[in-house]
């Protein structure tokens, strides 16, 4: 049976402190509080869709990367950034998210983390509660799949 | 519910997360004269008035009946707190405040409807009250429905005794409907 969605209440207390603290490394702590409300808003607005309680911490961990990519762009003067290729020519989340949802959740969050947000190892693995070898290996394990669905 | 996170951005959070709308319900727990008591307030008005809070099961219990979305924010409970405090000081005689029971059974509604209307002072007796929803024989399920009255002190469960005059139960123990019948000056 899933997981039920836990009250919002028990949800935020329990990621609060972990957003805050990754929000306040990519950003600095200044840019981290309004970074920070943003994120939980967002999972606010989405929360009462969501089907069942499980991987609430990628999840919500994936939300504040997410809010961390639109605070870099709004830093930039001409705010002429394309909508759906970062500047390396990575796809953004946009255009990652549909192609990984057959994927295993971590799996998942891991290829989007890293393709999608442009985290390191180190960081992903921050988000998804594991290490820099298990976030590298649960990407490059997405990727095989992908692949591997691709090809059929 | 102790944590070293930053109060201010707590806050911050929870007041924006209610000027939103974002809330199914928003509610505190506040210290009173008659103990901490949990409040829960909805876009439709005061839905939940707990005894003795287990904050935990509590926030559960309004999850499950009106959605995820629960937050504590003390904005949207200002106004009953407000109202409770003066009640509780013996300075207010009615509450002004919206209630929301949409998910209460329909006749437990009916029920609580007329136990709005007995009046600051008054008491009545569950076979009365059963007498004004049109079944007198209801004594019973009117016990019931006090029983699971989810606003207590205003829908005034406190008001109903038994046919004897004593007190008999109360949600909240014994000691505090004497606290309140005494409050109203309803016993001496």
């Known amino acids: 049976m899933a997981v039920a969605v836990p009250p919002f209440e028990t949800f935020y207390e329990a990621h609060r402190d972990e957003v805050l603290r990754f929000l306040g490394r990519r950003l600095g702590r200044q840019r981290a509080e309004d970074a920070f409300q943003d994120t939980f808003l967002r999972a606010l607005r989405a929360y009462d869709r969501l089907e069942h309680g499980e991987h609430l911490r990628a999840w919500v961990l994936t939300i504040a990367s997410r ?7 709004r830093q930039r003067p001409q705010g002429e950034m394309p909508e759906l290729v970062t500047e390396d020519g990575r796809p953004a989340f946009e255009e990652l998210a549909p192609l990984t ?5 971590k799996e998942r969050a891991a290829v989007v983390l890293r393709y999608g947000y442009d985290l390191e190892y180190e960081e992903i693995g921050d988000a998804l509660g594991s290490t820099e070898s298990a976030a590298r290996q649960a990407a490059s394990a997405g990727v095989r799949r992908l692949r591997k669905e691709q090809q059929q | 519910m102790t944590s070293t996170f930053p109060s201010t951005i707590d806050e911050r959070f929870r ?7 974002l809330l199914d319900v928003a509610f505190d727990v506040l210290e ?3 103990g901490p008591l949990l409040v829960g ?5 005061l839905c939940r008035i707990h005894f003795d809070p287990e904050p935990e099961r509590d926030i559960e219990e309004l999850a499950r009946t009106y959605g995820p979305r629960v937050l504590r924010a003390s904005k949207p409970v200002d106004r009953v707190r407000i ?3 003066e009640y509780l000081a013996g300075k207010r005689r009615v509450f002004d405040l919206d209630l929301d029971v949409r998910f209460v059974p329909e006749y437990h ?3 609580l409807h007329e136990l709005a209307r007995v009046g600051y002072g008054e008491t009545t007796t569950y076979g009365a009250l059963a007498a004004k929803t049109g079944n007198p024989r209801a004594a019973r399920a009117v016990g019931t429905a006090m029983n699971r009255n989810p606003i207590p002190i205003v829908l005034p469960c406190h008001r109903v005794v038994g046919a004897n005059g004593s007190l008999t139960g109360y949600g909240g123990g014994l000691d505090r409907k ?9 016993i001496l």
């Open chain 2, 109 to 111: 509604r009916r029920v």
């Open chain 1, 101 to 105: 949802d057959g994927l295993p959740p």
């Open chain 1, 67 to 73: 809010i961390v990519i639109d605070a870099g762009r």
């Open chain 2, 83 to 85: 109202e409770l405090d």
């Open chain 2, 178 to 186: 004497e606290h309140l019948l005494r409050l109203e000056g309803a």
């Open chain 2, 15 to 21: 007041a924006a997360a209610a000027a939103e709308g």
């Open chain 2, 41 to 45: 307030v909805s876009d439709h008005g």
């Open chain 2, 32 to 34: 009173t004269d008659i």
